[in-house]
T-cell receptor, first 116, second 113 residues
Framework: GAVVSQHPSRVICKSGTSVKIECRSL??????MFWYRQFPKQSLMLMAT?????????EQGVEKDKFLINHASLTLSTLTVTSAHPEDSSFYIC????????????FGDGTRLSIL | AQKVTQAQTEISVVEKEDVTLDCVYE???????LFWYKQPPSGELVFLIR??????QNEISGRYSWNFQKSTSSFNFTITASQVVDSAVYFC??????????FGAGTRLFVKA
């Protein structure tokens, strides 16, 4: 089945650091990738939709300059948390779709980000 | 607007009991997809099932079964003879209006030995 790889799985860093998370579709081309954030004991909240070769579409309340998304190829999207602060500590999950909107999303294993 | 409601925040059962997790959804789209995912303590999302809006057939997969009722906008999930390994958070999700998938708040299931 379709595999989405997310890296790193865990990051611990100091406040003020920028952190980059990668999301790769390993065996299919993903024109659309999605980034979710999940705080402890809460649901997954969609942050942004990333389309290859174009600017990401951010959900209301998500800061574009804080969460930079780049989808440079059909198999790779990156999320950079700029100048991270403790309140950005969360579980970030990406997903990718193989084909059109009728196809299900395939999820990565998530990145647990801890900002000290 | 799309919405997914999982009214049960936490459920606790004893091993071998049957348990049903409820999911109610809202959408104005006639074409949509419903999903269930399992999230164990390790955090990854495990895909369980996808159902499109035109297929109301119930489905059984081993100890898992799903009941899709468009008349009540529900997509409930039943685990038969629960096991400790079933302990996890279960999310119901809706994909409609193009391509966004929204998740319910999740139901935390505790299965005690």
């Amino acid at each position: 089945g379709a595999v989405v790889s997310q890296h790193p799985s865990r990051v611990i860093c100091k406040s003020g650091t920028s952190v980059k998370i990668e999301c790769r579709s390993l065996d299919f081309q993903a024109t659309t990738m999605f980034w979710y954030r999940q705080f402890p004991k809460q649901s997954l909240m969609l942050m942004a939709t990333s389309n290859e070769g174009s600017k990401a579409t951010y959900e209301q309340g998500v800061e574009k300059d804080k969460f930079l998304i780049n989808h440079a190829s059909l198999t790779l999207s990156t999320l950079t948390v700029t100048s991270a602060h403790p309140e950005d500590s969360s579980f970030y999950i990406c997903s990718a779709r193989d084909g059109d909107s009728n196809q299900p999303q395939h999820f990565g294993d998530g990145t647990r980000l801890s900002i000290l | 607007a799309q919405k997914v409601t999982q009214a049960q925040t936490e459920i606790s059962v004893v091993e071998k009991e049957d348990v049903t997790l409820d999911c109610v959804y809202e959408t104005r789209d006639t074409t949509y997809y419903l999903f269930w995912y399992k999230q164990p303590p390790s955090g990854e999302l495990v895909f369980l099932i996808r159902r499109n809006s035109f297929d109301e057939q119930n489905e059984i997969s081993g100890r898992y079964s799903w009941n899709f009722q468009k008349s009540t906008s529900s997509f409930n999930f039943t685990i038969t003879a629960s096991q400790v390994v079933d302990s996890a958070v279960y999310f119901c999700a809706l994909q409609a209006g193009g391509f966004k998938t929204i998740f319910g708040a999740g139901t935390r299931l505790f299965v005690k030995a």
